[in-house]
């Protein structure tokens, strides 16, 4: 058992790191606010034949977790967990305002769990839930555009095994997406809002991110990011793949981009899992690059 000294001091941490997390996320949007002329809304469907694809690597940690019961930004210790991600994700036009979506993933994760001074090490890798989907475009210009898509969950792994590498089953992922451009600000918006269902029934989550992007140097953009998400039972028993999944979240992120002239993107991120209800708190670092063609 953890001495009341390192729970009280575990306890208190988690608000000074949301704290550091909102003014890190204020800072960049300030100074999005500052940024050059450069920053374009453009449309969401690429035309037919272009596109862009972004290989990262993405790596979190946390040893804290959020309240089973309650969402807020309060923690307790928990287990120990370490995720390495390799990730794959891309746009490709089709034409017609159409354009197929991709996100790949391999990830290796290490979970250490100490109960009655003895600890568990635990670890597992392998394909994780790949997403593919199909975009259409409705409005299309520079100061605005929006866009309907649909994406399919596919289990590349189990959430049996323990530590589970994600959610193990099928789901389906509506979406409506707005890109815009106020005209008093150069800055850039993206915005989306959708459902995640699960095919089993048992659990459904509603997600939204907002992300503002302008250059503050040249070649340089930097960007903010909120996403949330929340989920909903919808059945009376809940498998262990239901039960990973059902959970609250509040996530804040900034990311600088350097955009060079051939059209290589390399860029890197900072995200804070800052309040939650169930599952892991979690920092997570994003190193990657963004090829358009």
């Not at 391999?106 to 997403?131: A, C, I, P, V």
């Not at 309907?148 to 979406?175: M, N």
């Not at 909903?232 to 350097?258: H, I, K, M, P, T």
């Not at 995200?271 to 190193?287: I, N, P, S």
């Amino acid at each position: 058992m953890k001495p009341v000294r390192d729970v009280v001091e575990a306890r208190t941490a988690r608000p000074t790191r949301a704290y550091f997390s909102c003014l890190l996320l204020s800072a960049a949007m300030g100074g999005l606010l500052l940024g050059a002329s450069r920053a374009e809304a453009g449309a969401y469907i690429p035309v037919a034949g272009s596109g862009d694809v972004s290989a990262m690597v993405r790596y979190a940690f946390g040893d804290q977790a959020f309240s089973p019961t309650s969402f807020s930004s309060s923690t307790s210790p928990s287990s120990k967990e370490e995720k390495t991600q390799l990730r794959v994700t891309g746009e490709q036009g089709l034409g017609n305002g159409f354009s197929l979506t991709y996100d790949l993933r391999y990830g290796f994760l290490y979970r250490s769990k100490t109960k009655h001074g003895h600890t568990t090490d635990n670890t597992n890798d392998g394909l994780q839930d790949e997403e593919v989907g199909l975009d259409y475009g409705l409005t299309q210009t520079d100061a605005f555009s929006d866009a309907l898509g649909l994406s399919l969950i596919i289990p590349g792994s189990s959430a049996v095994k323990i530590p589970g590498l994600d959610s193990g089953q099928y789901a389906l992922e509506p979406d409506y997406m707005i890109g815009f451009k106020p005209g008093f600000w150069d800055i850039t918006g993206l915005w989306y809002a959708g459902s995640r269902v699960f095919t089993d029934g048992g659990i459904a989550q509603f997600r939204t991110e907002l992300e503002i992007e302008a250059p503050v140097f040249p070649h340089l953009d930097l960007s903010g990011k909120v996403f949330y998400v929340r989920s909903a039972q919808l059945s009376g028993y809940n498998s262990l793949r239901d039960s990973g999944e059902l959970y609250n979240l509040l996530r804040l992120g900034v990311e600088a981009r350097y955009k060079m002239d051939d059209g290589l993107e390399p860029f890197v991120a900072y995200e804070d899992y800052v309040a939650g209800k169930g599952g892991h708190a979690d920092q997570r670092f994003t190193l990657g690059i963004k090829i358009s063609f």
